[in-house]
């Protein structure tokens, strides 16, 4: 499966913005789908995931109760809303599709297909 990402830009704090991923090759409804987000000399980092069903989501703690992720496997698509923008999640933000449908969904290299970033900035 192929994953792009976009919808990244340049916002102000406390601004929302929506970033969504679209696959192609396969339908991601057998697939747990994931955001990460990478800053700059900085390790990639775990933000949200979804389950297989959509009935299960998973957020670190820098992100709960901002972020929410969602899927839409009718458009091969997973989404993230993001909310309440803090100048610290600048990132590149990447999706990412794993095969295994249980187990610690932060860990990174558990995912098996990943797509190219898109950059949000936020700007204090």
């Known amino acids: 499966v192929q994953l792009q990402a976009s919808g990244g830009g340049l916002v102000q704090a406390g601004d929302s913005l929506s970033v969504s991923c679209g696959a192609s090759?396969?339908?991601?409804?057998?697939?747990?789908m994931g955001w990460f987000r990478q800053t700059p000399g900085k390790e990639r980092e775990f933000v949200a995931a979804?389950?297989?069903?959509?009935?299960?989501?998973y957020y670190a703690e820098s992100v709960k109760g901002r972020f929410t992720i969602s899927r839409d496997d009718a458009k091969n698509t997973v989404y993230l809303q993001m909310n309440r923008l803090k100048p610290e999640d600048t990132a590149v933000y990447y999706c990412?599709?794993?095969?295994?449908?249980?187990?610690?969904?932060?860990?990174?290299?558990?995912?098996?297909?990943w797509g190219q970033g898109t950059l949000v900035t936020v700007s204090s």
């Open positions: 979804i389950n297989r069903n959509g009935d299960s989501r």
């Open positions: 090759g396969r339908t991601i409804s057998g697939y747990v």
């Open positions: 990412a599709a794993r095969v295994l449908g249980y187990g610690d969904f932060s860990r990174i290299h558990s995912y098996d297909y």
